[in-house]
C-alpha cells in the first residue's frame, strides 16, 4: 500500500518497534528488532550502542518499504533513566547503562537516607534510586572519574538515538525529567543536583520540546531508506507516551504497561509528587505530566519462574498454564518478587526477593503462580499511592505480559478496577506518533492527534471480567502480607547477635 505515515519510532530495553501509521485510516504496519540486555559484572545492566542502532535502522527500513509512501515524520519514544558519555564526536566512551543497573545503589542509598535526597525527589520528580542518571554520574565520580572528565557528552537512550537520526546532540523535556536532574518548576537543570553528579550542564544535551521537529541526517537517512530532511520529532519518554498511546488521559483513568519491567500512571495538569514520596513525576509536555510508579520486575520475573522453577517447561505459555492450575492466591503462599533492584513504591534497592507462607503442601505451580501475583501485588501498592493524588476509576493497559488472559484477569482483580487491554500497536509507538503530527503541525494538541490516528474501524477494548470471588480473593491476599511479614520479624529476632550472659 502506498501512503502517508508517521513513524513511531519506540527504542527499548530489550529491542525497537517502528510503527508506521497512515492517519486518518485504520492502515498500520509494526516493525520489530531484538537485542539482549548485556550483563558484564554483578550489578551492571547494559545495552550495546551499536546493536541499537542496528535494530533501529532496520526497523526503520522496513516500515518505510512497507509503506511505499511519504514518511510524514518520525517521533521518537525511548526508555528512560539510561546513561552513557560520548565523545566530542558523539563517539560511545560507555554502554548504555540502563535503568535495570544497581551499580550506584551505596550512592543511591546514601542520598536517599540524607535530607536533601527528599527536598531533590521534590524538586526532580526522581527518586534517589540506582536507575536514575544522577545517582549514576555520582557513581562515576567516585569509582571512574577519568571517564567523567574525559566525556564531553552525558547523554541517554533517548539523546542517543536523536543523534544518531540527526547529528547533533539534542534532548526534550520529558526524558530530561526522568534523570533527576532537572527542576521541574523552571524546567532547567538543577545546579544543585549538577553539584552533586559533578557534571555541567554543558555538558547535558539543550533541552526542547518534545514536539520540536528537527532534519534527518543523510548518512542515517541513506542507512535507513528514509529521504534526508525528513522532519525527526523529539518525542518523549516511553512512560508517559504510554498513557497517550493507550488513551489513559482523561481524570481518574490510569496508565498500566507490563513488559520486562512494569508501571503504572496518571496523568496530571501539573508537576507534583506525592506526600510520602512514592511516586515519580515525569513530563509529558509543558502542560502534561504523569504521577506513578515503575516496578522493575515486570515480565521478567515470568521468564525467571519458568528458567529457575520449572525448566523443563517450554515456553511462557506453558509457564502461564502451570501457574494456572492451581488456585488463585497460591493456597497462601505470597512471593515478594524483587529479583532486581526494586523501584516503586519503596524505592529501596537492597530489598531481597522472598516467599512468604511456604509449606509442604506447596508445589512448583504454586511458586510460579505466586511470583505472577507478586508482581500485581507491587502494581497494586502503587494504585494505592495513585488514589491519594485522584481517585482511579479505570485502567488502560497495554504489554506483552498481558497477551496472557491469565494475567489479565490477575491483574483486573488485584487492582479491583476495570481495566481495558488495547493491542501492541498502541502505546508507546502510537504516543510518539501522535506527538509526531503535533510537531509537524499536522494537529493542535495531543488528544486532536490521537483522534486522526485511532483506527476508524477498530472495536473499542473491552474490558477485563472483574470477578468478584477473585477480587475477593486478592483483598485476603493482601491483607496477609503484614501478617507474614510480622511472623518473620518474630523469627529475626532469633538470631539476634546478643552479648555475653
Not at 179 to 201: H, N, Q
Amino acid at each position: 500500500m502506498s501512503a502517508a505515515v508517521v513513524i513511531g519510532l519506540d527504542v527499548g530495553t530489550t529491542g525497537v518497534k517502528a510503527a508506521a501509521f497512515a492517519p486518518g485510516t485504520s492502515w498500520r504496519i509494526v516493525a520489530i528488532r531484538e537485542y539482549p540486555l548485556l550483563q558484564p559484572a554483578p550489578d551492571q545492566q547494559v545495552q550495546d550502542p551499536a546493536a541499537i542502532l542496528k535494530a533501529s535502522g532496520e526497523a526503520l527500513a522496513e516500515c518505510f518499504a512497507a509503506a511505499a509512501g511519504e514518511v510524514l515524520a518520525v517521533s521518537v519514544s525511548a526508555g528512560m533513566h539510561g546513561l552513557m558519555a560520548l565523545d566530542a564526536e558523539l563517539r560511545p566512551l560507555t554502554p548504555l547503562i540502563t535503568w535495570a543497573d544497581a551499580r550506584a545503589r551505596d550512592e543511591a542509598r546514601e542520598l536517599q537516607r540524607s535530607q536533601q535526597g527528599a527536598e531533590l525527589h521534590a524538586r526532580t520528580g526522581v527518586p534517589a534510586h540506582p536507575m536514575s542518571p544522577l545517582t549514576k554520574l555520582m557513581w562515576f565520580s567516585r569509582h571512574e572519574p577519568g571517564t567523567l572528565r574525559r566525556a564531553r557528552w552525558w547523554v541517554g537512550l533517548k539523546e542517543y538515538v536523536l543523534a544518531w537520526l540527526t547529528g547533533a546532540p539534542a534532548g526534550e523535556l520529558s526524558s530530561a525529567s526522568g534523570t533527576g536532574l532537572l527542576d521541574m518548576a523552571t524546567r532547567a537543570w538543577s545546579l544543585e543536583a549538577l553539584a552533586l553528579a559533578g557534571v555541567s550542564a554543558h555538558q547535558l544535551p539543550e533541552i526542547l520540546s518534545t514536539t520540536a521537529a528537527l532534519p534527518l541526517a543523510a548518512a542515517t537517512a541513506a542507512r535507513a531508506g528514509l529521504p534526508a530532511g525528513t522532519p525527526v520529532v523529539t518525542g518523549a519518554a516511553d512512560g508517559p507516551l504510554g498513557n497517550l498511546g493507550t488513551g489513559a488521559m482523561a481524570p481518574g483513568v490510569a496508565g498500566l504497561s507490563l513488559g520486562t519491567s512494569g508501571a503504572i500512571r496518571m496523568a496530571v495538569g501539573d508537576p507534583r509528587v506525592d506526600a510520602g514520596r512514592t511516586l515519580f513525576c515525569y513530563a509529558l509536555t509543558e502542560a502534561i505530566w504523569v504521577v506513578g510508579g515503575a516496578i522493575s520486575n515486570g515480565g521478567g520475573v515470568l521468564r525467571w519462574a519458568g528458567r529457575t522453577l520449572v525448566p523443563e517447561v517450554e515456553g511462557d505459555a506453558a509457564v502461564l498454564e502451570l501457574a494456572g492450575s492451581v488456585p488463585a492466591g497460591s493456597d497462601g503462599l505470597i512471593m515478594l518478587p524483587y529479583l532486581l533492584a526494586e523501584r516503586a513504591p519503596l524505592w529501596d534497592p537492597s530489598l531481597p526477593g522472598a516467599y512468604l507462607g511456604l509449606r509442604r503442601e506447596h508445589t512448583r505451580a504454586h511458586l510460579v503462580r505466586a511470583a505472577l501475583e507478586g508482581v500485581c501485588l507491587q502494581l497494586r501498592a502503587i494504585l494505592d499511592g495513585l488514589d491519594e493524588i485522584a481517585p482511579v476509576t479505570a485502567v488502560r493497559a497495554t504489554g506483552g505480559g498481558l497477551r496472557s488472559p491469565l494475567w489479565r484477569e490477575m491483574m483486573a482483580a488485584m487492582l479491583d478496577r476495570p481495566l481495558s487491554v488495547v493491542g501492541d500497536a498502541e502505546g508507546t509507538a502510537l504516543g510518539a506518533a501522535a506527538l509526531g503530527l503535533v510537531g509537524i503541525a499536522r494537529a493542535a494538541s495531543p488528544a486532536e492527534a490521537m483522534a486522526e490516528l485511532s483506527d476508524p474501524d477498530a472495536e473499542p477494548p473491552v474490558p477485563v471480567e472483574l470477578r468478584p470471588e477473585l477480587v475477593a480473593t486478592y483483598a485476603r491476599l493482601r491483607a496477609s502480607v503484614p501478617e507474614q511479614l510480622g511472623a518473620l520479624d518474630r523469627v529475626a529476632g532469633l538470631f539476634e547477635r546478643r552479648g555475653p550472659t
